[in-house]
């Protein structure tokens, strides 16, 4: 099991590093893994003691349950039940940034923890090609939340992870920024189709793709009943700055993150591109705590497409900290 006391190595994501990746997730260890969305933190999902390290190492709370990666639909199928709305969605979107919360197989071979003791499993098969690759170097399934301690920004690039988890896992494996730069969709099947998460996947597209509008729970708030996704407390994705969103002029003190054609600090898309804008967000939220700023005030960004996702992120980041 990983310690503190070790160095984490950096892997190349050539032959040779992913078949050492593939042995040390064998042998139980922690490996920080590139995906199209965020890096993950994968550990063996069979094995209770490398997911309770996963716990340990981001100061995960025990209740909140992680995404099984697989390398195909097939892969899935072994853990999970697929319905008819769960299929087309895999078929349309896998490999891809959609994660979908399954009714879990009784004969899964899968430790407990990994999804907090649930009935479902929430289960992505990754499009990242050095994911893939791992995935199949390794030959089961890997539990692997972002890589990123609880309740923080999502890391995009290897050095993010290295930042803040070096010395706590055993590796990581370095393939550059993540191109998508926001965690994945999830969307729970049953007892009908829900978006817990907005995310690299447009909403519209999953929507389309099922012929019917996703349901959305309401936000959850503070005190209330557990949210339908055990992850979606107000509070997260928070850099050390404050945030003030939909400002279109920094006032004094602030430094603006803009969007589209405005003369800021950093721009997310000076072309007002939302593809762009969420595979630069997570940067520079990390990038403008690296500056020492206290208030970061944050442009206007629209709602549509990649924008649901971003301003989710946003305004969980401007949340009242928990
Ligand atoms: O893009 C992503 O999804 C990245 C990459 C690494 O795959 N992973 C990621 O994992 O964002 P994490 O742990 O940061 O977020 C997983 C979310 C949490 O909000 C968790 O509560 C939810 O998935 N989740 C996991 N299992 C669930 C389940 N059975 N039912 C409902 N929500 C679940
Ligand atoms: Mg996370």
Not at 67 to 84: K, T, Y
Request: aromatic share 4%.
């Amino acid at each position: 099991m990983a310690t503190d006391s070790r160095q984490t190595e950096v892997l190349y994501p050539d032959g040779t590093g992913l078949a050492r990746a593939a042995g040390l997730l064998r042998a139980g260890e922690l490996v920080a893994f590139p995906t199209e969305t965020v890096y993950g933190l994968g550990g063996d999902a069979r094995n209770d003691d490398a997911i309770a390290g996963i716990f340990r190492a981001k100061g995960r709370p025990r209740f909140n349950p992680l995404i099984v990666h697989v390398a195909d639909i097939d892969g899935a199928a072994a853990i999970a039940r697929l319905n008819d709305d769960a299929r087309r969605l895999a078929e349309a979107f896998w490999p891809g940034p959609l994660t979908l919360v399954l009714a879990r197989r009784r004969d899964a071979r899968l430790c407990h923890r990994v999804s907090a003791g649930l009935e479902t499993v929430a289960i992505r098969v990754p499009a990242h090609p050095v994911a893939r690759e791992l995935l199949r170097a390794f030959g089961g399934p890997v539990g692997a939340p972002s890589a990123n301690p609880s309740g923080k920004v999502s890391p995009t690039r290897a050095e993010h992870v290295l930042g803040e988890l070096g010395g706590r896992i055993s590796a990581v494996v370095d393939a550059g920024p993540s191109t998508v730069g926001i965690e994945s969709s999830i969307v729970a099947l049953s007892p009908e189709p829900t978006l817990l998460r907005p995310g690299g996947l447009a909403p519209d597209a999953i929507e389309a793709c099922l012929g019917r509008a996703l349901r959305r729970p309401a936000p959850h708030q503070a005190g209330k009943a557990a949210p339908e996704s055990p992850g979606q407390l107000a509070s997260h994705y928070a850099p050390r700055a404050a945030l003030r969103l939909n400002a279109t002029r920094a006032r004094p003190g602030e430094a603006l993150l803009g969007f589209g054609p405005v003369a800021c600090a950093l721009n997310l898309s000076r072309r007002g591109d939302l593809a762009e804008a969420a595979a630069n967000l997570f940067h520079a939220l990390r990038e403008l705590d690296r500056r020492g700023v206290a208030r970061i005030a944050v442009s206007p960004i629209p709602d549509r497409g990649l924008g649901a996702a971003i301003n989710d992120r946003l305004r969980r980041a401007a949340a009242p900290r928990v």
